[in-house]
């Protein structure tokens, strides 16, 4: 059935301009007149105007076949936020180049509000452009494919064709600036300016001392002062956090302020892991349903954004998914707000 509503389909849409309707009526006139009158000028004239409207079929036709399109998407996209989708346009034809082309995107079915234009594609060339749009919530969005059109070379019509190009963009929650507990934060402060190790990030040089690892000696330093120094680096087990968010709704309807207190809580627990990465904790996500495990880097963020891209609230009650790393701390997320706690006991 799929193969015979392909089949079926037509590959080629046609659809009127302004300028083309005005075109094909004074196309019609004039043919009426010349049947009425028997006037040859009449029929020269005809011929020339009908030339035109089949000569511009022939060409868009020409300038739509074989084009390929792809989407280059960028790495993140959050909600809310505007981004730029890129669009790779390629003529494989050896020879013919293709003229005002515009394509348009398709996210399920219909065509975003933004096109693509292309002046020029020469013959086994790709040209390649942007265009900006943005989406109001987290979650995966399917696209389905490209509508290629163009209005070469009179503009009389709009010719479009559609091209099967699947693919999907997942949109993380959005991002904003938050500020900690303060509680929290010199805590964590106390505990890291005590706790040095060769694994965390740089801290400080000193003097080489019996014992030291040589594999900290910093030669080039120690070359330019005479002596040998080593470096310091900080104890990532003292910048470890664990996020917390409850994804327990224990009403079934909610109003569209308690849905977004849900789209608030995620936003909310993707700023603070962002908050703590980019601070160089190494910071780990626990839900009902799952999580990450503690991590560290712009590869941890990742990881952490996607699974609260696609979080979603349920009525089941069930204990955290994880029991969070040894040596931090956690601060809980809900539609409430985040707050500083102990980890909880997961049933066995």
């Given at each position: 059935m799929s193969r015979l509503r392909k089949f079926l389909k037509p590959h080629r849409k046609l659809k009127f301009t302004r300028e083309g309707k005005y075109f094909v009526a004074l196309t019609l006139g004039i043919g009426f007149a010349a049947i009425n009158t028997g006037n040859n000028l009449l029929y020269l004239l005809l011929g020339m105007m009908m030339s035109l409207i089949i000569g511009s079929g022939v060409l868009s036709e020409l300038s739509l076949r074989a084009l390929t399109v792809r989407r280059m998407a960028p790495h993140r996209i959050f909600a809310g936020t505007p981004f730029l989708m890129g669009i790779a346009l390629r003529?494989?034809?050896?020879?013919?180049?293709?003229?005002?082309?515009e394509v348009e995107d398709m996210l399920r079915g219909k065509a975003l509000d933004r096109r693509c234009y292309f002046l020029k594609t020469p013959a086994g060339r790709t040209q390649k452009t942007s265009y900006r749009h943005s989406?109001?919530?987290?979650?995966a969005y399917a696209f389905s494919g490209f509508r290629v059109s163009t209005r070469f070379p009179f503009t009389f019509f709009r010719k479009s064709r559609e091209l099967d190009v699947p693919g999907e963009v997942l949109v993380f929650p959005q991002v904003f600036p938050v500020t900690p507990p303060r509680s929290d934060a010199e805590a964590m402060t106390e505990q890291h300016s005590h706790r040095l190790d060769r694994r965390g990030d740089f801290f400080a040089l000193r003097e080489y001392q019996e014992g030291d690892d040589p594999r900290d000696i910093h030669w080039r330093k120690s070359a330019r002062q005479g002596r040998l120094v080593v470096r310091q680096h900080e104890d990532q087990r003292g910048r470890r956090m664990a996020v917390y968010l409850d994804n327990l709704e224990l009403e079934e309807t909610l109003s569209i302020d308690e849905l977004d207190q849900q789209e608030r809580a995620v936003s909310l627990a993707a700023s603070l892991a962002k908050h703590y990465i980019e601070r160089g904790y190494s910071v780990s996500l626990v839900t009902r349903d799952g999580g990450v495990a503690d991590g560290a880097g712009q590869a941890q963020l990742t990881r952490i954004l996607r699974v609260l891209a696609l979080v979603s609230f349920n009525q089941e009650q069930r204990p955290y998914a994880l029991d969070p790393p040894p040596g931090g701390a956690c601060i809980f997320v809900?539609?409430?707000?985040?707050?500083?706690?102990?980890?909880?006991?997961?049933a066995a």
């Open positions: 003529n494989p034809r050896r020879r013919l180049p293709s003229f005002s082309i989406f109001d919530r987290r979650g809900s539609r409430g707000g985040c707050s500083l706690g102990r980890p909880p006991a997961r």
